[in-house]
C-alpha cells in the first residue's frame, strides 16, 4: 500500500526500534529516513512511536527527516528557529504551539486552491522552447514600452477578500500573462 493510498484512512503507524530502524505496519517492512519523506509529501499522514515504549515519537522523527534533507532546512526562516526557541520553557510556548497548528492548517486549505493553477503554468512553461538569453522583464526595452507593444496588465490592487482570493486572482493574472507572452512570442 503507498502513501497515497492510505491518506483518507488515518495515520500510518510506523514503529521505531532502538536500533533506529523504521518499520511501516501497513506494509510490514523496514523503511528508510527517505521512504518516510516520499511518503509524507505524496500526503500520508503518519504517526511514529517507540516500538518498546509506545511512546509518540512523530514531531522528533519528522524533524530529523527536514534536518536530512539540506533543501528542506533552507525552507525555514532563521527567526522562527528563534522565536520557537525562544518559547520553549516559557507561557509563550502553548499559545505559540496552537498559532503554528492554526497556520498549518490554513496553509494546508490555501494550498488546495492555488496548487492546480500552479501545475498547469508549470506543464504549460515546460512545453515552451528554452527561454531567450534575457527575459524582457529583467532588461525593459528603452523605450520604456513593454515588448511587443502591448501595455502591460494593470496589478489587482483591490483589497482581497482574503489571502486566499488574493493570491488567486493574481495567479490568474500571472497565468493570463503567459499565455499571451506565448501568443506574441516574446516568451
Same mark, same amino acid.
Given at each position: 500500500?503507498?502513501?497515497?493510498?492510505?491518506?483518507?484512512?488515518?495515520?500510518?503507524?510506523?514503529?521505531?526500534?532502538?536500533?533506529?530502524?523504521?518499520?511501516?505496519?501497513?506494509?510490514?517492512?523496514?523503511?528508510?529516513?527517505?521512504? /518516510?519523506?516520499?511518503?509524507?509529501?505524496?500526503? !500520508?499522514?503518519?504517526?511514529?512511536?517507540? %516500538?518498546?515504549?509506545?511512546? #509518540? $515519537?512523530? *514531531?522528533?522523527?519528522?524533524?530529523?527527516?527536514?534536518?536530512?534533507?539540506?533543501?528542506?532546512?533552507?525552507?525555514?526562516?532563521?527567526?522562527?528557529?528563534?522565536?520557537?526557541?525562544?518559547?520553549?520553557?516559557?507561557?509563550?510556548?502553548?499559545?505559540?504551539?496552537?498559532? /503554528?497548528?492554526?497556520?498549518?492548517?490554513?496553509? !494546508?486549505?490555501?494550498?488546495?486552491?492555488? %496548487?492546480?493553477?500552479?501545475? #498547469? $503554468?508549470? *506543464?504549460?512553461?515546460?512545453?515552451?522552447?528554452?527561454?531567450?538569453?534575457?527575459?524582457?522583464?529583467?532588461?525593459?526595452?528603452?523605450?520604456?514600452?513593454?515588448?511587443?507593444?502591448?501595455?502591460?496588465?494593470?496589478?489587482?490592487?483591490?483589497?482581497?477578500?482574503?489571502?486566499?482570493?488574493?493570491?488567486?486572482?493574481?495567479?490568474?493574472?500571472?497565468?493570463?500573462?503567459?499565455?499571451?507572452?506565448?501568443?506574441?512570442?516574446? *516568451?
Amino acid at each position: 500500500m503507498t502513501g497515497k493510498a492510505r491518506r483518507g484512512d488515518g495515520p500510518v503507524l510506523i514503529k521505531k526500534y532502538g536500533n533506529r530502524r523504521l518499520y511501516d505496519t501497513s506494509r510490514s517492512r523496514y523503511i528508510t529516513l527517505g521512504e /518516510l519523506a516520499r511518503m509524507v509529501q505524496s500526503g !500520508a499522514t503518519v504517526r511514529i512511536v517507540d %516500538a518498546a515504549s509506545g511512546k #509518540n $515519537l512523530t *514531531r522528533a522523527v519528522l524533524l530529523q527527516v527536514i534536518l536530512e534533507q539540506q533543501d528542506a532546512t533552507e525552507m525555514i526562516p532563521a527567526e522562527f528557529l528563534h522565536a520557537v526557541i525562544r518559547a520553549q520553557g516559557t507561557l509563550e510556548q502553548a499559545p505559540f504551539s496552537a498559532v /503554528l497548528s492554526a497556520f498549518t492548517r490554513q496553509l !494546508a486549505s490555501a494550498t488546495h486552491l492555488w %496548487a492546480q493553477p500552479m501545475a #498547469n $503554468l508549470f *506543464r504549460g512553461l515546460s512545453g515552451t522552447a528554452a527561454p531567450p538569453a534575457k527575459s524582457p522583464a529583467a532588461s525593459p526595452p528603452a523605450t520604456g514600452e513593454p515588448p511587443g507593444g502591448e501595455p502591460p496588465e494593470p496589478v489587482d490592487t483591490t483589497p482581497p477578500d482574503g489571502p486566499v482570493e488574493g493570491l488567486r486572482r493574481r495567479i490568474d493574472s500571472l497565468l493570463r500573462q503567459v499565455h499571451r507572452d506565448r501568443k506574441s512570442g516574446s *516568451r
